[in-house]
């Protein structure tokens, strides 16, 4: 699972686009802008620092940025209760990014309690903001009954809405699951 949030990690600021696509212009997003700058230019202290003053102005990416952080643990003291905070903070302000994590975090029982009925609530709210790997966990759960009755005809809805979104999984699993049912329909 690291590897998968520090590669969402990477991804994220390799597109610093986000910033300025989604709210340029109002201070925290500004500052979040800044941040990423500084972590291109690899002076993490000072990205950081920017991340940190964006979160408290609201700005979500940046709140899921500095949850990030903590979790990693690399350039501020590892933290997990501070990461999953900043998390939750992130979510709370519709970073996608800030909800996937923590449904991953709830899903898998990591640094905190497990339970599939909050990876299920996080993991909505992700797909509802259009994150892709959000829908396809989502679509896995309802397929499984983990937190949610088992319900295939969701599943593929929200493998469907992943595969939008551009995950080849969710593809894959639309198409398999969609078989699967033809198959068990044509039987019957």
């Known amino acids: 699972m690291r590897i998968f949030l520090k590669l969402f990690f990477l991804i994220l600021v390799l597109t610093q686009g986000y910033a300025l696509t989604q709210s340029y212009g109002n201070r925290g997003s500004d500052i979040f802008y800044k941040g990423l700058e500084a972590h291109q230019n690899k002076d993490f202290q000072r990205a950081f620092r920017y991340f940190e003053n964006a979160c408290n102005l609201n700005e979500g990416q940046a709140c899921f940025n500095v949850g990030f952080l903590y979790f990693e643990g690399k350039i501020v003291k590892q933290d997990y209760k501070q990461a999953i905070k900043y998390y939750q903070k992130g979510c709370d302000l519709d970073s996608k990014e800030g909800c996937f994590n923590l449904a991953l975090l709830y899903e898998e029982g990591e640094k905190v309690k497990q339970s599939y009925k909050e990876a ?3 993991y909505q709210k992700g797909c509802d903001l259009d994150e892709s790997q959000s829908c396809v966990n989502l679509g896995i759960l309802y397929q499984n009954g ?16 992943g595969c ?16 699967q049912l033809s198959h068990s329909s044509n039987k019957k």
């Not at 983990?146 to 809405?161: E, H, M, N, S």
């Not at 080849?168 to 699951?177: A, I, K, N, P, T």
């Open 146 to 161: 983990k937190g949610v009755k088992q319900d295939y005809k969701q599943a593929l809805k929200y493998y469907q809405k």
């Open 120 to 122: 299920v609530k996080y």
């Open 164 to 179: 939008a979104l551009g995950s080849s999984v969710g593809c894959r699993e639309f198409e398999r699951v969609q078989k």
